[in-house]
T-cell receptor
């Protein structure tokens, strides 16, 4: 099976812009989760989608949003970018939920200037 | 709230030495799941092991072994005869039910332990 794929791998944006990141889960996986990784805060949970519905959300401002499509592919969007949004954004997929093993994609490295 | 503590921020060992990475967790649930992931410099998190709270049997996979002790809420990871390729950041993670409802689970990660294996 193909693994989790994320596009793009690298992004450079300026403050105030918005960005959309994409994630394609492993075939057959219905749960997609997003994480933000920074040197200071470590790996933090953003949100989880299942069957096109947001099932869980972490403690992030409303500027962070996402969605899931009927084929389980997911996108996350960050509006009005801030310098502090510079991070590695990781997507993970699992069969049903986080009790199952989550398999991670290579991540998108976002730099906000 | 669930919490995962990896007290060792960085560890350096000489190749062929054994090394143990510590993980201590806190949870209010009797049913939960524990994981270890490896993050090499490339950035991708690589799954190593999953263990549920009812299975306290230790596991060995090649040079890797895991010691799960519910009595001390620990899930430690040992690498035997370490190799340079083992150099990475290792994360311990806990999944338990959120308060917010049925089917709602969240994975919480520790801060990670950076392992450097020196040739």
């Amino acid at each position: 099976k193909a693994g989790v794929t994320q596009t793009p791998r690298y992004l450079i944006k300026t403050r105030g812009q918005q960005v959309t990141l994409s994630c394609s889960p492993i075939s057959g996986h219905r749960s997609v989760s997003w994480y933000q990784q920074t040197p200071g805060q470590g790996l933090q949970f953003l949100f989880e989608y299942f069957s096109e519905t947001q099932r869980n959300k972490g403690n992030f401002p409303g500027r962070f949003s996402g969605r899931q499509f009927s084929n389980s592919r997911s996108e996350m969007n960050v509006s009005t970018l801030e310098l502090g949004d510079s991070a590695l954004y990781l997507c993970a997929s699992s069969y049903l939920d986080s009790r199952d093993t989550q398999y991670f994609g290579p991540g998108t490295r976002l730099t906000v200037l | 709230a669930q919490k995962v503590t990896q007290a060792q921020t960085e560890i350096s060992v000489v190749e062929k030495e054994d090394v143990t990475l510590d993980c201590v967790y806190e949870t209010r649930d009797t049913t939960y799941y524990l994981f270890w992931y490896k993050q090499p410099p490339s950035g991708e998190l690589v799954f190593l092991i999953r263990r549920n709270s009812f299975d306290e049997q230790n596991e060995i996979s090649g040079r890797y072994s895991w010691n799960f002790q519910k009595s001390t809420s620990s899930f430690n990871f040992t690498i035997t005869a370490s190799q340079v390729v083992d150099s990475a950041v290792y994360f311990c993670a806990l999944s338990e039910a959120r308060v917010s409802g049925a089917g709602s689970y969240q994975l919480t990660f520790g801060k990670g332990t950076k392992l450097s294996v020196i040739p």
